[in-house]
């Protein structure tokens, strides 16, 4: 019910805009965060947004360089990653959950709807 897009190949010090679109669900309602997962790696929390809009939270690797925002008419979730490093290279999931508040946000078994994840590849 989810579906993350805008991935793709970008260099360095670039910028990518992933977008995260639902049609089944009302974002209104929904606490929406991104993870990712690189290659050999555990999937990692990237930044989440409550419901209400009134929350976030940043891993602080990508503080001052990415914004989520929600635009619940369009039940659609932004991530704008600027500054791009290689080490941001991953393959990006966009989760909902209806049940997440503060202390669970960066823990994915909080969320029940998952994304099919777009890839992000960073050059240096």
């Known amino acids: 019910q989810l579906q993350a897009f805008g991935g793709g190949l970008v260099q360095a010090g670039g910028s990518l805009r992933l977008s995260c679109a639902t049609s089944?669900?009302?974002?209104?309602?929904?606490?929406v965060a991104w993870f990712r997962q690189a290659p050999g790696k555990e999937r990692e929390f990237v930044v989440g947004i409550r419901r209400n809009n009134a929350f976030t939270s940043y891993e602080d690797s990508v503080k001052s360089r990415f914004t989520i925002s929600k635009d619940n008419a369009k039940n659609t979730v932004y991530l704008q990653m600027n500054s791009l490093k290689p080490e941001d290279t991953a393959v990006y999931y966009c989760a909902a959950d209806r049940g997440v508040i503060n202390t669970t946000m960066r823990n994915s078994r909080a969320y029940t709807y998952w994304g099919q994840g777009t890839l992000v590849t960073v050059s240096s």
């Open positions: 089944g669900l009302a974002f209104t309602w929904y606490a």
